[in-house]
Nanobody, 127 residues
C-alpha cells in the first residue's frame, strides 16, 4: 500500500520559515516523483514543487521560486519542502503526492499525474 504522510505545518509570521516533510512508504522511492501541491480556501489546488527521483530534476512554481527548496533523504524515504520568506499568500493546506516514473517531461506537475496523496498539512502565514 502506497502511503504518504505530511508533517511540519503550522502558524508562522510573514518572513518566517517552515520545513514540511513527506514520509513515503509502499513503493520504490528511487522510481517515484514526489510533488507538493497546495490549496487555499476558495482556490484550486496548485502545483508548488516537484522532485523526480528517476532523473533528479526539480520543479518550482514561479510564485515560490527562490523561496522554497525541495529535497529528499533516501535513507528516510522522506521528501522535504523548505519554505523561507513566507508570505500571507502562501497560506494553504499543503499536500504531497507520489507517482511512479514521472520525469521533467511531465512538468509542470498536475493533479491528474499523481495517483497517491497524503492528507495534507495546514500552513498559515500571518501578516
Amino acid at each position: 500500500e502506497v502511503r504518504l504522510v505530511e508533517s511540519g505545518g503550522g502558524l508562522v509570521q510573514a518572513g518566517g520559515s517552515l520545513r514540511l516533510s513527506c514520509e513515503v512508504s509502499g513503493f520504490i522511492f528511487d522510481d517515484y516523483a514526489i510533488g507538493w501541491f497546495r490549496q487555499a480556501p476558495g482556490k484550486e489546488r496548485e502545483g508548488v514543487s516537484c522532485i523526480s527521483r528517476r532523473d533528479g530534476s526539480t520543479y518550482y512554481a514561479d510564485s515560490v521560486k527562490g523561496r522554497f527548496t525541495i529535497s529528499s533523504d533516501n535513507a528516510k524515504n522522506t521528501v522535504y519542502l523548505q519554505m523561507d520568506s513566507l508570505k500571507p499568500e502562501d497560506t494553504a493546506v499543503y499536500y504531497c503526492a507520489g507517482e511512479r516514473g514521472l520525469t521533467r517531461s511531465w512538468y509542470p506537475p498536475a493533479q491528474r499525474d499523481f495517483g497517491s496523496w497524503g492528507k495534507g498539512t495546514q500552513v498559515t502565514v500571518s501578516s
